[in-house]
């Protein structure tokens, strides 16, 4: 048992994934690209990489489909956004 006030990450990332569907769906693409970064975070980790129980194998599932939904939303929302607003240095080429 978790003591109190304990965080969860893989409860974290569900949230910050359903708000990213939410401002994809609104066009909010800011808001979007920063759920979308806060889900894949956590997503792209593997869920107690030790275990091979099968409702661990469950869970790394969900997390997976989880985590292509996040990418989806961002890069969604990196389209919309564009290229960055400010310089962006171009590396001078291999000699």
């Not at 978790?2 to 990450?9: A, V, W």
């Not at 469950?58 to 607003?85: D, I, M, N, T, V």
């Amino acid at each position: 048992m978790l003591p109190p006030g304990s965080i969860i990450d893989a409860a974290v990332a569900d949230a910050a994934l359903h708000r990213a569907e939410a401002a994809t769906a609104l066009h909010d693409r800011r808001r979007a690209w920063t759920q979308a970064l806060s889900a894949l975070f956590v997503t792209q980790r593997r869920f107690l990489s030790d275990f091979d129980d099968p409702w661990v194998e469950q869970r790394c599932e969900e997390l997976a489909y989880g985590h292509r939904r996040a990418l989806a939303c961002y890069a969604e929302a990196c389209l919309q956004l564009g290229p960055p607003s400010w310089p962006v240095p171009i590396a001078a080429p291999a000699r």
